[in-house]
């Protein structure tokens, strides 16, 4: 990660899999993460942690059972701990998170995608 910029662009151009959370950078015990979405992805939640979301380019939805949020670029939510959430994309949406560190996507580590570095 060293002592450079990291370039969100670059970093996007570098891989094409769907809904799968990859690490730019780490902020104490954190994981930022950026990913590429589209369709819907599964209802779940995190138990222990709340879990922000932001687009950088494109829209989804967080839906949940109270409410949907949308947001589009420039825009965040924050999903409190526990709470049951599924994002949806209707078309490609570049998005960051920020997690911490060994949290699973799905919420179920058996399920979860592996998190690589990029």
Known sequence: MGDKAINLSEKFSTFTEQWSPKIVAQL???DIL???????????NHPDTDE???VIEGEITIEMKDGDVTLGPGELYVVPKGKQHRPVAKAEAKIMLFEPAGVPNTGDPATAATKELV
């Open 28 to 30: 104490n015990d954190y």
């Open 34 to 44: 950026i990913a590429k979405v589209e369709g819907e992805f599964n209802w779940h």
């Open 52 to 54: 922000m979301f932001m």
